[in-house]
């Protein structure tokens, strides 16, 4: 569904008019027309947001994407799509001139959850996983450093022995660094810089710091740490319980003796649910294909014991067959 939004976009610069530009212009096309509760506003990817609200104690996710090829929670089964007046599900906005304004201009799509608990699951998930996103892109720029544990490591063992002429070393290098365009992965360098000078205030008492702005500055240096290895349980906690179904793996080895030599070849099926598939590309494909529909009884609980005992003019070698069941992601990370 198309609709055209004839304000002044450039008003909309803060979350505050968002939400009554999302409350006022795009709700209503959904059959939203109560006052909604909003409560977070989460970047999922580079041109995706979800937006999430409550109309009597209901949790929804109003999804932004530059373009529709993906909504972030638009697969999960803890949400259920809302169908707009005309019966479709996605809402294209723009406004004249075709001017593109990120959460405004773009493709909507609201969802309705279903199940809160797996939901703020997803939502951590798909948050932590950005995040992980940008880190690696950080990693990745030449212009990204990696050395906030390094600066603290030097830093703390300084202030604990009152080595002032290595906390000043240390704020000499921070600003050297940072006046070259460097920038540290993580923590800001403006605050570890202000750290050693807390640090180094401590050793001459010059008062200019309390307690409660050291303890703070060090509450946010070592919160940001913590954030990645955070980020990287939210995922694995979210992804073990959510490795999906299994299929079922067969390899088998098939031999022949042609001028006395003798050649191997490996035979590879996967049984997923009723569905055969043969993730190698090779010739004994058709034979195969052709054994297991002549023999339809054959099925992912009974194929280790019926694997054909001929393939062409190859013999099944006796005690090769290897059935394994996998999940599907993990299928895809093995080179057959």
């Known amino acids: 569904m198309h609709k055209e939004y004839t304000g002044d976009i450039k008003t909309l610069l803060n979350q505050a008019s968002l939400e009554n530009y999302y409350t006022d212009f795009v709700l209503p096309e959904?059959?939203?027309?109560?006052q909604p509760i909003w409560n977070r506003h989460v970047k999922t990817d580079p041109d995706n947001f979800i937006h999430l609200f409550s109309v009597n104690n209901i949790q929804y996710a109003l999804a932004f994407d530059d373009y529709p090829s993906g909504f972030s929670v638009e697969k999960d089964t803890s949400v259920t799509p809302v169908q707009l007046h005309n019966g479709e599900s996605i809402l294209h906005v723009d406004s004249p001139y075709d001017t593109y304004r990120e959460n405004v201009t773009g493709y909507f799509m609201l969802f309705k959850v279903i199940n809160d608990g797996a939901f703020e699951h997803l939502v951590d998930y798909i948050e932590a996983a950005y995040e992980e996103l940008q880190q690696r892109w950080r990693v990745e720029s030449s212009s990204f450093v990696d050395m906030t544990r390094d600066i603290l490591q030097l830093a703390e063992t300084a202030s604990q022995n009152h080595d002032k002429s290595s906390?000043?070393?240390?704020?000499?290098?921070?600003?050297?660094?940072?006046?070259?365009?460097?920038?540290?992965?993580?923590?800001?360098?403006?605050?570890?810089?202000?750290?050693?000078?807390?640090?180094?205030?401590?050793?001459?008492?010059?008062?200019?710091?309390?307690?409660?702005?050291?303890?703070?500055?060090?509450?946010?240096?070592?919160?940001?740490?913590?954030?990645?290895?955070?980020?990287?349980?939210t995922i694995q906690k979210y992804e073990s319980g959510h490795l999906g179904q299994t299929v079922r793996l067969v390899n088998a080895m098939y031999a022949r003796i042609d001028d006395g030599m003798t050649e191997g070849i490996t035979a590879t099926v996967v049984f997923d649910?009723?569905?055969?598939?043969?993730?190698?590309?090779?010739?004994?494909?058709?034979?195969?294909?052709?054994?297991?529909?002549?023999?339809?009884?054959?099925?992912?609980s009974n194929v280790d014991q019926h694997m054909p005992d001929n393939l062409g003019e190859y013999r099944l070698v006796a005690g090769t067959v290897h059935v394994r069941d996998v999940f599907r992601r993990e299928l895809h990370n093995i080179t057959f």
């Open 30 to 34: 959904f059959g939203m027309t109560q």
């Open 273 to 300: 649910d009723e569905k055969i598939t043969y993730p190698t590309d090779h010739f004994i494909n058709e034979e195969l294909k052709k054994y297991f529909s002549e023999n339809n009884y054959i099925s992912r």
């Open 167 to 233: 906390l000043y070393a240390l704020q000499n290098i921070i600003e050297a660094i940072s006046a070259v365009g460097v920038v540290n992965n993580g923590v800001e360098l403006e605050t570890l810089e202000e750290y050693t000078k807390i640090l180094l205030d401590a050793e001459f008492g010059y008062e200019h710091f309390t307690t409660h702005d050291r303890e703070r500055v060090a509450s946010e240096i070592y919160g940001t740490l913590s954030k990645e290895l955070q980020n990287t349980i």
